[in-house]
T-cell receptor
């Protein structure tokens, strides 16, 4: 079983829409959680860390449910520039485990 | 100040040849990582290093060798390249100067696209 699983998408949404991604992780000992963004043929970059109490950064909101072992990312008021692949990442004992990514296409 | 660089950016080689991918950082971050990214698998950890002269295996280490004689460099060698090693390789760093790795950001290099014929 994969450490981190995500729906690959693509999610095709119009500008201004709200879109949500989920991912699940298999190891309950996972310690910290992140969402990274990866543009086509580029390196991944940190979008936001995910805290147990949930956290928000502008239009982006991340939630963690340790009991169900899933992480979510909500994007409000989608912009064309949000089109990318979103990677769910968990950390355990200084190792990072990446999901395969969820592709988002925001259309005019 | 480029932060983290990888070379070469593109490489085509033949089965059985030895290939070395270079990774260099200017930050002096303690941790460095090598990942490969393939369709359907996401990024998978090959090897990582906590400091100079300390390396450890990740999820998919077979067929790869690493070394870290200096903090800033972390080369990855494919001893005898195989077609299954065709992939995009990313090097990354993480600064653990503050303690545990909880919520420390990883910084990625631009990647090396390797094709093994």
């Amino acid at each position: 079983r994969k450490e981190v699983e995500q729906d690959p998408g693509p999610f095709n949404v119009p500008e201004g829409a709200t879109v949500a991604f989920n991912c699940t992780y298999s190891n309950s000992a996972s310690q910290s959680f992140f969402w990274y963004r990866q543009d086509c043929r580029k390196e991944p970059k940190l979008l936001m860390s995910v805290y147990s109490s949930g956290n928000e950064d502008g239009r982006f909101t991340a939630q963690l449910n340790r009991a169900s072992q899933y992480i979510s990312l909500l994007i409000r008021d989608s912009k064309l520039s949000d089109s990318a692949t979103y990677l769910c990442v968990v950390n355990r004992v200084n190792k990072f485990y990446f999901g395969s990514g969820t592709k988002l296409n925001v259309k005019p | 100040d480029a932060g983290i660089t990888q070379s070469p950016r593109y490489k085509i080689t033949e089965t059985g040849r030895q290939v070395t991918l270079m990774c260099h950082q200017t930050w002096s971050h303690s941790y460095m990582f090598w990942y490969r990214q393939d369709l359907g698998h996401g990024l998978r950890l090959i090897y990582y290093s906590a400091a100079a002269d300390i390396t450890d295996k990740g999820e998919v280490p077979d067929g790869y060798v690493v070394s870290r004689s200096k903090t800033e460099n972390f080369p990855l060698t494919l001893e005898s390249a195989t077609r299954s090693q065709t992939s995009v390789y990313f090097c990354a760093t993480e600064d653990l100067a503050g303690g545990s790795s909880s919520y420390n950001e990883q910084f990625f290099g631009p990647g090396t696209r390797l094709t093994v014929l």
